[in-house]
């Protein structure tokens, strides 16, 4: 199985800044996409930033400037740097990622995966 395990959510001042990980594990092959989500009580999860299956960097507009999501191939670990955060930021905050693993019979198949969420809250 591939897991996704997610930490660095906590609570924060406006203005502040947290860093969220995500640490990849499990029997992974290839990442197609990886990114972090986010989802208030009562609305729908949506995106914050991700590396995208086409290569390419996206980021919710609300968080553009803000946020900085990166990567460490070597350690499996996908980050989010949160800056100047704001009331509006508070969220549960998911990593998701999607790709090809190694199948328990061998050969491949594609997963998709979430991880458990962590919590930030922006206090004002």
């Known amino acids: 199985q591939v897991q996704l395990v997610e930490s660095g959510g906590g609570v924060v001042q406006a203005g502040g800044s947290l860093r969220l990980s995500c640490e990849v594990s499990?029997?992974?092959?290839?990442?197609?996409?990886i990114g972090w989500y986010r989802q208030v009580p009562g609305k729908m999860r949506e995106l914050v930033a991700e590396f995208s299956s086409s290569g390419r960097t996206n980021y919710a507009d609300s968080v553009k400037g803000r946020f900085t999501i990166s990567r460490d191939n070597a350690k499996n670990m996908v980050y989010l740097q949160m800056n100047n955060l704001k009331d509006e930021d508070t969220a549960v905050y998911y990593c998701?990622?999607?790709?090809?693993?190694?199948?328990?019979?061998?050969?491949?198949?594609?997963?998709?995966?979430w991880g458990q969420g962590t919590l930030v809250t922006v206090s004002t």
């Open positions: 998701s990622a999607d790709g090809v693993m190694r199948g328990t019979l061998g050969g491949s198949r594609s997963f998709e995966v």
């Open positions: 499990g029997r992974v092959l290839s990442i197609n996409a």
